[in-house]
């Protein structure tokens, strides 16, 4: 099993260029999740997806938007990245009868 | 706001000793507690999750539950220099929130051979 996957690892974006996060987990999660995490602030919730069908904000979700696509995917966009997103983004799934999440490898995202 | 606070550390031990990483938490209805490691540049690792007052025990960790002063601590005994890391507390919301983890800003530990 792959886990939690996330594409791409690094990249480079101009500010008010788009582009889309992908995230995708093989481990049957039921929730899935959308992090940032910022020298000094710790881990912040961006949107969740609590099941197929559904999403919610969390505490940071404005400039983003998410879709779960299926259960096994959930991808999150920039429309106009700004240089305030540069940040490092981490997906996250949960489920199967626990509330523990795990983490895919990361996105290094660089707005200039 | 729910808050979940660890000491950012960094904070220093000798190899073979026992480290004690600190999460107080203020959201008195959250049921479940975990802690991640984080090396440097890497993504959180879950390492252990407790749910129930008192100690859980996984090899050289040690979970510690305390709901009634809102307490958690994890201890690694005979710390190795590959305990090096970035350890996190997460602490679940309550109610309709309890799938949404708050995370700590993490503890810096360093192990010294």
């Known amino acids: 099993n792959a886990g939690v996957t996330q594409t791409p690892k690094f990249q480079v974006l101009k500010t008010g260029q788009s582009m889309t996060l992908q995230c995708a987990q093989d481990m049957n999660h039921n929730s899935m999740y959308w992090y940032r995490q910022d020298p000094g602030m710790g881990l912040r919730l961006i949107y969740y997806s609590a099941s197929e069908g559904t999403t919610d904000k969390g505490e940071v979700p404005n400039g983003y938007n998410v879709s779960r696509l299926n259960k096994r995917e959930f991808s999150l966009r920039l429309e106009s990245a700004a240089p305030s997103q540069t940040s490092v983004y981490f997906c996250?799934?949960?489920?199967?009868?626990?509330?523990?999440?795990?983490f895919g490898p990361g996105t290094r995202l660089t707005v200039t | 706001q729910k808050e979940v606070e660890q000491n950012s550390g960094p904070l220093s031990v000798p190899e073979g000793a026992i480290a004690s990483l600190n999460c107080t938490y203020s959201d008195r209805g959250s049921q479940s507690f975990f802690w991640y490691r984080q090396y440097s540049g890497k993504s959180p690792e879950l390492i252990m999750f407790i749910y129930s007052n008192g100690d859980k025990e996984d090899g050289r960790f040690t979970a510690q539950l305390n709901k009634a002063s809102q307490y958690v601590s994890l201890l690694i005994r005979d710390s190795q220099p590959s305990d090096s890391a970035t350890y996190l507390c997460?602490?679940?919301?309550?109610?309709?929130?309890?799938?949404?983890?708050?995370f700590g800003k993490g503890t810096l530990l360093t192990v010294n051979p």
């Open positions: 997460a602490v679940t919301g309550s109610g309709g929130s309890n799938y949404k983890l708050t």
């Open positions: 996250a799934g949960a489920g199967g009868g626990g509330y523990e999440q795990y």
